[in-house]
Nanobody, 118 residues
Framework: QVQLVESGGGLVQPGGSLRLSCAAS????????LGWYRQAPEKERELVAT???????NYADSVKGRFTISRDNAKNTLYLQMNSLKPEDTAVYYC????????????WGQGTQVTVSS
């Protein structure tokens, strides 16, 4: 009964900010957060940001300088701070992680909608 649940999405005006959370719950032996993805209407899913085991991060060119990925391992939670939001950021955002419980498998969150509109 391990699951990955996202929250924090919503409607925001251009230039605004949102902070997304992705919490892993259940009988977790270990979790390795991999990153955030998004899927806009009529587009394929794209990688937004990655985070390594050591904590280093990488971003899609479209979000560099505006988004920040981070994690709190003690809380089994992944975050995505989104600043200076643009209408082009409108999408369903998903987190991705490898969770051992005790066997490792890849998990996706259910997705949280982010809408950037005036």
């Amino acid at each position: 009964q391990v699951q990955l649940v996202e929250s924090g999405g919503g409607l925001v005006q251009p230039g605004g900010s949102l902070r997304l959370s992705c919490a892993a719950s259940g009988r977790i032996f270990s979790v390795v957060f991999l990153g955030w993805y998004r899927q806009a209407p009529e587009k394929e899913r794209e990688l937004v940001a990655t985070i390594t085991r050591s904590g280093s991060s990488n971003y899609a060119d479209s979000v560099k300088g505006r988004f920040t990925i981070s994690r709190d391992n003690a809380k089994n939670t992944l975050y995505l701070q989104m600043n200076s939001l643009k209408p082009e950021d409108t999408a369903v955002y998903y987190c991705n992680a490898d969770i051992r419980s005790p066997l490792q498998r890849n998990y996706w969150g259910q997705g949280t909608q982010v809408t950037v509109s005036s």
